[in-house]
C-alpha cells in the first residue's frame, strides 16, 4: 500500500522560510504527478502546486508563486515544497497528494498533513 | 479561476437515510469533476473523480453524476462511518479549485 509521510512543518516568524518534504514508500513515485494542498485551520481545502513525473514541470497557485517551489527527487521518492517570504496567511496543514496514475490532475493518495504556523 | 460552489454548507441526517450534495461550477468543466471525503484530523479521501467514476475501494452506496457546471454527490443508506465533510474539485484547469465543503452530521 502506497503511504505519502509529509515532515518538515513547524513554527516559523513571517517572512522566515521552512522546507516541507514527502516521502513515497511505494515502487512507482516517479510515474506519477504530485500535488500540495493547504487547509488552515476550520477552512476549506486550497490547492497549491504540482509537479509533473520528471520534474520539468511545474504550476502554482497565485497566492504562493514567487514564494514558493516545488521540487522532486526521484532517486529518493520524495517531493519537497521550498516556502520562502511566509506570511500569517500561509499558516495551514500542508499534505502531499499524489496524481493517479490514469488521471494526474486526480489526487488519489494523500498524506496525512504537516502543519505550518506562521506567527512571530 | 473557476469557483465551485456547494450546498448545503451542512446537513443534518439519519443512518439510513439517502442524501444529496450539489456542486456547481462558475464555468464548464465537462466532467473535470472529483469529491472527496474528509474526516475530522484526516487527510481526504478521493470518492469520485471524472463525475461520476467510482475510485476502487469505496462503497457503491456513493455516487457522482453530472456534467457541464451542475454535480451531484449521492449516497445512499447513510452508515455511521459516512459522517464527515465533503468536498468537490474542478481539474478541468489550474488552479485546481474546490468547494468550501459539506458537514453531514448525524441527527
Known amino acids: ?120 | 479561476d473557476i469557483q465551485m460552489t456547494q450546498s448545503p454548507s451542512s446537513l443534518s441526517a439519519t443512518v439510513g437515510d439517502r442524501v444529496t450534495i450539489t456542486c456547481r461550477s462558475s464555468q464548464n468543466i465537462i466532467k473535470y469533476l472529483n469529491w472527496y471525503q474528509q474526516k475530522p484530523g484526516k487527510a481526504p479521501q478521493l470518492l469520485i473523480y471524472a463525475a461520476s467514476s467510482l475510485q476502487s475501494g469505496v462503497p457503491s452506496r456513493f455516487s457522482g453524476s453530472g456534467s457541464g457546471t451542475d454535480f451531484t454527490l449521492n449516497i445512499i443508506s447513510l452508515q455511521p462511518d459516512d459522517f464527515a465533510s465533503y468536498y468537490c474539485q474542478q481539474s478541468y484547469t489550474t488552479p485546481y479549485t474546490f468547494g468550501q465543503g459539506t458537514k453531514l452530521e448525524i441527527k
Open chain 1, 1 to 120: 500500500e502506497v503511504q505519502l509521510v509529509e515532515s518538515g512543518g513547524g513554527l516559523v516568524q513571517p517572512g522566515g522560510s521552512l522546507r516541507l518534504s514527502c516521502a513515497d514508500s511505494g515502487l512507482t513515485f516517479s510515474s506519477h504527478w504530485m500535488h500540495w494542498v493547504r487547509q488552515a485551520s476550520g477552512k476549506g481545502l486550497v490547492w497549491v502546486s504540482r509537479i509533473n513525473s520528471d520534474g520539468s514541470t511545474t504550476t502554482y497557485a497565485d497566492s504562493v508563486k514567487g514564494r514558493f517551489t516545488i521540487s522532486r527527487d526521484n532517486a529518493k521518492n520524495t517531493l519537497f515544497l521550498q516556502m520562502n517570504s511566509l506570511r500569517a496567511e500561509d499558516t495551514a496543514v500542508y499534505y502531499c497528494a499524489r496524481g493517479s496514475y490514469d488521471f494526474s490532475y486526480v489526487m488519489d493518495v494523500w498524506g496525512q498533513g504537516t502543519t505550518v504556523t506562521v506567527s512571530s
